[in-house]
């Protein structure tokens, strides 16, 4: 039903800004809450951000709040994941995953799609 696709992951280095993308398409993409999630080496997958299918709504992580924002673009069919001020424990996999429905949920479980993940290495 929907495809996500990520991208913009890299090096960067700590107190550096970085922004990832999440493509999305397939049928009614837009009517699809979004999430962030990442996974580092040994740690569970966790939660960063969500937007509802709109915009109207978002949510966010306290571990990043402050210095994540998410964003979309429904005219692109596409997803932002802005993040600044990064920190070497900010490196993960960044996952961008898809629910039919505008809960902007935290955990995983109702997020029925995922993209392939892209990487965020943040040296110190």
């Known amino acids: 039903q929907v495809q996500l696709v990520e991208s913009g992951g890299g090096l960067v280095q700590a107190g550096g800004s970085l922004r990832v993308s999440c493509a999305a398409s397939?049928?009614?993409?837009?009517?699809?809450?979004i999430a962030w999630f990442r996974q580092a080496p040994g740690k569970e997958r966790e939660f960063v951000a969500a937007?509802?299918?709109?915009?109207?709504?978002?949510s966010y992580a306290d571990s990043v709040k402050g210095r994540v924002t998410i964003s979309r673009d429904n005219a692109k069919n596409m997803v932002y994941l802005q993040l600044n001020n990064l920190k070497p424990e900010d490196t993960a996999v960044y996952y961008c995953?898809?629910?039919?429905?505008?809960?902007?949920?935290?955990?995983?479980?109702?997020?029925?799609?995922w993209g392939q993940g892209t990487q965020v290495t943040v040296s110190s």
């Open positions: 937007i509802s299918p709109t915009g109207a709504r978002t």
């Open positions: 995953a898809a629910r039919p429905d505008i809960v902007t949920a935290t955990t995983t479980q109702g997020y029925t799609y």
């Open positions: 397939g049928r009614t993409a837009s009517a699809y809450t």
